[in-house]
T-cell receptor, first 114, second 109 residues
Framework: TAGITQAPTSQILAAGRSMTLRCTQD?????MYWYRQDLGLGLRLIHY???????GKGEVPDGYSVSRANTDDFPLTLASAVPSQTSVYFC?????????????FGPGTRLTVL | GQNIDQPTEMTATEGAIVQINCTYQ??????LFWYQQHAGEAPTFLSY??LDGLEEKGRFSSFLSRSKGYSYLLLKELQMKDSASYLC??????????WGAGTKLIIKP
């Protein structure tokens, strides 16, 4: 079982360009999450989805959008990248939407915006 | 505001015991998680506490005091592979996780 995968592993992007970070899970989890992790800061929630067809905003949603067309996939799109979006991005999923369940994380995407 | 505090870095010796503390201030509280994150890797779940007291899981134990807004992770018989960052996260009243910045644990032989 692959668990949760992310693509690409890393990317260098010119400011102003758009990009979609991909996330796929094969655990049939209802809830999925996108976080960014920056040095010296905790994981910060960007967007989440409690079930296919629904999404919600997290702590730092500006500049990002998501969709959840099916259970397995949860892509994150940067419409017009800015240097402050340089970060490591983690996708996660959990079985259940209450928050009590442990989250399983993908390997991360390291994004550099120049 | 909501806040999680944990030490930035700790050093311990192989075979010893180390305690990593975490204090939290959240709007409502629905439990406290600990995750381990090796450098360059994804976080992985260690423990979840919602009731006061100590929960033991092999070499790792986690403690919670709701009245004090305090938790700790206790690692016994330290091994070199325990060198990692340890992330504390509290579940608030909206069932959102509030994450600390993590404690980098360095194990020396």
């Amino acid at each position: 079982t692959a668990g949760i995968t992310q693509a690409p592993t890393s990317q260098i992007l010119a400011a102003g360009r758009s990009m979609t970070l991909r996330c796929t899970q094969d655990m049939r989890h209802n809830a999925m999450y996108w976080y960014r992790q920056d040095l010296g800061l905790g994981l910060r929630l960007i967007h989440y989805s409690n079930t296919a067809g629904t999404t919600g905003k997290g702590e730092v949603p500006d500049g990002y959008s998501v969709s959840r067309a099916n259970t397995d996939d949860f892509p994150l799109t940067l419409a017009s990248a800015v240097p402050s979006q340089t970060s490591v991005y983690f996708c996660a999923s959990s079985d259940g939407t209450s928050g009590y369940n442990e989250q399983f994380f993908g390997p991360g995407t390291r994004l550099t915006v120049l | 505001g909501q806040n999680i505090d944990q030490p930035t870095e700790m050093t311990a010796t192989e075979g010893a015991i180390v305690q990593i503390n975490c204090t939290y201030q959240t709007s409502g509280f629905n439990g406290l998680f600990w995750y381990q994150q090796h450098a360059g890797e994804a976080p992985t779940f260690l423990s979840y506490n919602v009731l006061d007291g100590l929960e033991e899981k092999g070499r790792f134990s986690s403690f919670l005091s709701r009245s004090k807004g305090y938790s700790y992770l206790l690692l016994k018989e330290l091994q070199m592979k325990d060198s990692a960052s340890y992330l504390c996260a509290a579940l608030d009243s909206n069932y959102q996780l509030i994450w600390g910045a993590g404690t980098k644990l360095i194990i020396k032989p």
